[in-house]
Each structure stands twice: as structure tokens, then as C-alpha cells.
């Protein structure tokens, strides 16, 4: 028999019967009934439907795409100066201290090259070409300044509200932003996305903050760095090295364990092998216990000490220490504890599940702050515009994050997309995978007579599977152009015998991956002798 009796009513509304009440108390809906609006604003009441904490590629894109659908989004961006008090604009580390700024002096380093090579193309080129340090960081920050500019005028007309502020969550959805003043101001949202990236990491050794460079610095130095010692063995590392010596710089490396952990080892170690005989020096399995300084000036002298695994303690004088050991999430100091998010205490990544959803409902996270995901530019815009969507526009497309493609931006570059060989073996079984590889040298090399049997491509194939590609690599000049196509061919599942089925266009580098015969299980020679 259904009792109705004692007659409920919430808020002058009545709700039902005893019944009716114990039914909304299992669903956990009766407690939901009796908030006070003041317990917990509505949707209506909220000063923003998206606040995205964080300026860089992947929060302006969400930002954007969100304010499509005539959604209220703010973004908030602050860039904390590095220890030695350098700062920039709006735009994240790709823009300012990252992709843009080194790509386009690895492009300086290649011009350099270009004019030794021009010799032998019958270019008269005086040989006590000088390069100007200032005059290319000049040229280079102003381009970047611009694009900052451009991020405004783009949120502008997108009807994005930007605030130059420090994002700290300081209740459920609420949040302080402080600006570089000091002035404090407190919004809330329905909805909350952490887009806030990485810094560098230092070493905690004695001198190391007080002397030592890192990326966020040497992009916008004003002046040459001189005799330089890079430590890492991250791709950061490496590609400064490279386009460093590619200026006539004298450049070190020191190497704790490993280049490019997490890539290609064979690849990794080739890139290693050419970087010596393009001019970087290598110091192995060794660490600096402490930075000193000599002499003041830009750039002054450093006295660095270092450790090997063997315990020989070694001392060397440089002008510049930059340091490239890794990147820290920049999760720690939000406020995240106060809301409940969960973070990973070692590394102050942020789990999330395939939506991008925190372990808070309403607050999401993209980009480099992401839990085992690829740390990449594209990856963050992708990420950014389709969770918009999914919030906003009726959608369910979510971010694909296997087979991305990827270069290292070393003298000789490298591309990448899917699996190393390392991973392919041990996912697949080492006697379910083909390797077909070959050496190659650009027709553009060949006048010039440099760095034959340099080049070097391999396809990782699944034999089980018809033969599909599971992982491209290559060391080629002009390595992204040639692995962005090729991943759009590997998103398609393209194969072995597709790819023998390709007419290549001749003469180009990314014809080799259309003539590939040798295997590795083959053991047959992979050296070329011309084009």
C-alpha cells in the first residue's frame, strides 16, 4: 500500500508522500532539493560559463571554440619570470620560449650551412662571414611580439574576456586572480579547464639559479652566449646544442644516462653520432655538483663541477650553463588541493579520463599538465577545441593521442610517428615485426660531397596485420614535412605493400619510404653510394 502521508513540500513545492521521499533519498536527489541557492550558485548566477586557467596554444584554442557557441569564457594567463627574471607575453611556451623561437634559429644555424655549402654551387660568399647574435634574437622577439599581439586581438573578437592574472582556485567554483600590481579580483564558473604547462627544471645544486640559463632565458638573451655547456639529454638539449654550434659557438653537452629518452634508441643514438662530428662535444654519465661564478659580465665565466658514475670529479670554465634536464607541471601552487583535485604527487601531472575530465566533475585539463600524454603543441589545440565542442556543441569526437607525429629539430632532424622499434617488439613479439630501413643521401648533399650514409629512415611494420605500419622514422633534412604526410597515411592504417604500391617523387628524401627492400632481419647493407 503506498503511503502518502506525511505530505512533503520543499521550497513551497511539494515533492510527495513517504514514498516518494524514500525513492529521492536512494537516488541521492531529496538532498539535492534542500540546498539553499546560497549553498551552491546555479548556472545562471555564475560570473562565467569557462574560465581557462592558462594562456598557451591549447587554452586559447578551448577559450575560443567554447565562445563559438555564445558561451561567457575568461581566460587567465600570467607568466611568472624565470630566476633570472625573464618574461613574455601572451601565447604559452610554444610561442614564446619554445617551438617558434627554436625552429627559427635552427633555420639561422641552417643558413650557415647553406653558405658552406654554396661554394660548390658557384656562390662567391666571403669565408669570414660573421654572425650577430643580437640582431637575430632582435628579429625574432619582434615576431614573437607580434603574435602576442595577435592572441589579443583574437580573443577580442572572439568575445573572450583576457585577464593578465594568476589563477588560484580558493573555493569550488571560484577562483583569485592576481595581477602583476598585485590587485586581486574573484570570479566564478560553471565550468573550469587547467591549461597551465610546464617551466623548466633546475638542478638544486649550489649556483644553479643563480647562474645557469634555461629555455625560457636563452630564446630573448641579449647577448651571444660564447663557450656554452648545455646539461640534459632531453630534445630541448639537443636541439639547442645544435642550432648553438650550427651559430660557431663552442658547445658541451653533458649527458647524465641517455639521449632522447622515451624516442627511438637507434635513432636517438644516430642523432648523438652526427652531432659529434657536426662539431658538439659529448661529456658521458656525468652530473655538475655545483656552478660557480669568476667573472661577471655577457656573457661572464662559470666554473662548473661535475661527477662521473666512476666518482672522477671534473672542472671546466664556461660562459654560458644552460640547463635542459626536463620540465616541471605547473600544478603545485593553484589551489587544486582546495577543490579536490587529485595531481601526481612526483610529478604534478594531472590524470584525467578520455574526456579530459579531472576527478572534479566540472574541471577539466589539457596540454603538457596532462598524465601520460604527449607533451606537443598540436596535441594541446586538438585537445582544447574538441573538448569544447564535446561541452558546448553537441559533439562526442574525443582527442586521438596514438600516432602523433613529432620532429626533433637536431641539425639533422627527426621525425617520428607511432611506435620505436623498443615498443613495437615488445607490444607485438620481436619475431611479429619487420623493420625495413636504408640509409639515403639528399640530391642536395651530394655536390657539396658532405654526410653520406647519414640519413637514415626505417619503417616498423606488424606482420600479423598484414604488414601495417606501426612506426616511421627518419634523419633527414626537412624530417616534419616528410612525417606529417606520412601520418595521415598511418591514421588510414596504411601497409607494407601500400606503400611499394606509392610511385615516390624523384628526386626527394621522402621517396626512400616508397623503395624500401632491406630488412634488419635480413642483415643486407643499407649503405648508399649516390642518390
Not at 659529448?282 to 665565466?301: C, H, M, R, Y
Not at 615485426?433 to 619503417?459: G, Q
Request: net charge negative.
Amino acid at each position: 500500500m503506498e503511503n502518502v502521508l506525511p505530505a512533503v513540500y520543499v521550497k513551497e513545492k511539494r515533492i510527495g508522500g513517504y514514498n516518494d521521499i524514500l525513492q529521492l533519498s536512494k537516488e541521492g536527489l531529496f538532498q539535492k532539493l534542500l540546498e539553499n541557492k546560497e549553498d551552491k550558485p546555479s548556472q545562471n548566477t555564475y560570473d562565467y560559463d569557462l574560465i581557462v586557467i592558462g594562456g598557451g596554444s591549447g587554452g586559447l584554442a578551448a577559450s575560443k571554440e567554447a565562445a563559438k557557441y555564445d558561451k561567457k569564457v575568461l581566460v587567465l594567463d600570467f607568466v611568472s619570470p624565470s630566476p633570472l627574471g625573464t618574461k613574455w607575453g601572451l601565447g604559452g611556451t610554444c610561442v614564446n620560449v619554445g617551438c617558434i623561437p627554436k625552429k627559427l634559429m635552427h633555420q639561422a644555424a641552417l643558413l650557415r650551412q647553406a653558405l658552406k655549402d654554396s661554394h660548390k654551387y658557384g656562390w662567391k660568399i666571403e669565408d669570414n662571414v660573421e654572425h650577430n647574435w643580437e640582431l637575430m634574437t632582435d628579429s625574432i622577439q619582434n615576431y614573437i611580439g607580434s603574435l602576442n599581439w595577435n592572441y589579443r586581438v583574437s580573443l577580442m573578437e572572439n568575445k573572450v574576456k583576457y585577464e593578465n592574472g594568476y589563477g588560484e582556485f580558493v573555493e569550488p567554483h571560484k577562483i583569485k586572480s592576481t595581477n602583476t600590481r598585485g590587485k586581486v579580483k574573484y570570479f566564478t564558473a560553471e565550468k573550469f579547464l587547467i591549461a597551465t604547462g610546464e617551466r623548466p627544471r633546475y638542478l638544486g645544486i649550489p649556483g644553479d639559479k643563480e647562474y645557469c640559463i634555461t629555455s625560457d632565458d636563452l630564446f630573448s638573451l641579449p647577448y651571444c652566449p660564447g663557450k656554452t655547456l648545455v646539461i640534459g639529454a632531453s630534445y630541448v638539449a639537443l636541439e639547442c646544442a645544435g642550432f648553438l654550434v650550427g651559430l660557431g659557438l663552442d658547445v658541451t653537452v653533458m649527458v647524465r644516462s641517455i639521449l632522447l629518452r622515451g624516442f627511438d634508441q637507434q635513432m636517438a643514438n644516430k642523432i648523438g653520432e652526427h652531432m659529434e662530428e657536426y662539431g658538439v662535444k659529448f661529456i658521458k654519465d656525468s652530473v655538475p655538483t655545483k656552478i660557480e661564478l669568476i667573472e661577471a659580465g655577457t656573457p661572464g665565466k662559470l666554473r662548473v663541477t661535475s661527477k662521473s658514475t666512476d666518482g672522477t670529479e671534473i672542472t671546466e670554465e664556461y660562459n654560458t650553463v644552460l640547463l635542459a634536464i626536463g620540465r616541471e607541471a605547473c600544478t603545485r601552487k593553484i589551489g587544486l588541493d582546495i577543490v579536490g583535485v587529485k595531481i601526481n604527487e612526483k610529478t604534478g601531472k594531472i590524470p584525467v579520463n578520455d574526456e579530459e575530465q579531472t576527478n572534479v566533475p566540472y574541471i577539466y585539463a589539457i596540454g603538457d599538465v596532462l598524465e601520460d600524454k604527449l607533451e606537443l603543441t598540436p596535441v594541446a589545440i586538438q585537445a582544447g577545441r574538441l573538448l569544447a565542442k564535446r561541452l558546448y556543441g553537441h559533439s562526442n569526437l574525443k582527442c586521438d593521442y596514438v600516432n602523433v607525429p613529432t620532429t626533433v629539430f637536431t641539425p639533422l632532424e627527426y621525425g617520428a610517428c607511432g611506435l620505436s622499434e623498443a615498443d613495437a617488439i615488445r607490444i607485438y613479439g620481436e619475431e611479429n615485426i619487420e623493420v625495413y630501413h636504408s640509409y639515403f643521401w639528399p640530391l642536395e648533399w651530394t655536390v657539396p660531397a658532405r654526410d653520406n650514409n647519414k640519413c637514415y629512415a626505417k619503417l616498423i611494420c606488424n606482420i600479423k596485420d598484414d604488414e601495417r605500419v606501426v612506426g616511421i622514422h627518419v634523419l633527414s633534412p626537412n624530417a616534419g614535412e616528410i612525417t606529417q604526410g606520412f601520418a595521415a597515411a598511418m591514421k588510414c592504417g596504411i601497409t607494407k605493400e601500400q606503400l611499394d604500391c606509392t610511385i615516390g617523387i624523384h628526386p626527394v628524401c621522402a621517396e626512400i619510404f616508397t623503395t624500401l627492400t632491406v630488412t634488419k632481419r635480413s642483415g643486407g647493407s643499407i649503405l648508399q653510394s649516390g642518390c
